[in-house]
């Protein structure tokens, strides 16, 4: 296995990308500050992730949508959305509603959650794969967030006084704070560690 650049004793801008001396403080190329490994980010994507968790509950039990029709008022939360766009054969949205919403969410903290315990050498796997799990992590993390904006969008265009209106429901709030906490969580999980323990393996062996 080829040698790290900490072994070569130097180490990469996260903000820039410019390869500097491990020596260095600072980037020599945007002054950002430099750091070959992020500091406890195993116990920071673990508290993170435990607390999207929480959230998680509450985002998918509450009600993330109210909906005022002709003096009635119904309840909606995020599957009985899904539900309802089906009914209506909204197929494309319910569908995704339903994997940007419930599934991707659940998949990234299982993803975040393996990602840890091969960090702590709990479970061995090879280091490549690790890797992709992890972009792929970080790419579909953001999308987790389109339920939201159909609230939003809702909220902004269905404003027919006593008529119709819709309004957002206290699982908006949850989900939005799970969305943020499982992107703080992929932000603070530190990828070059899984290498580091290949590298450690490979020599006890």
Known sequence: MLASAREKNKVSCHTCGRINPLEEASCL???APLHS??????????ALSLASIIAYIPANVWPIMIVTNLGRTEESTI???VATFWQMKAYPVAITIFIASVMIPALKLLALGWLCA????????NPRRANRIFWLT???GRWSMVDVFVVAILVALVQLGNIMSIAPG???????MMVILTMLAALSFEPRIIWDNARQSA???
């Open 79 to 81: 599957l009985a959305g």
């Open 37 to 46: 490994r992020k500091k406890n980010s195993v116990q920071r994507c673990l």
């Open 138 to 140: 970080e790419l579909v």
């Open 29 to 31: 190329r945007c002054q």
């Open 203 to 205: 020599t006890h062996e």
């Open 170 to 176: 206290t699982a908006a709030v949850s989900f939005g």
């Open 118 to 125: 091969l960090s702590a050498g709990w479970i061995e796997t």
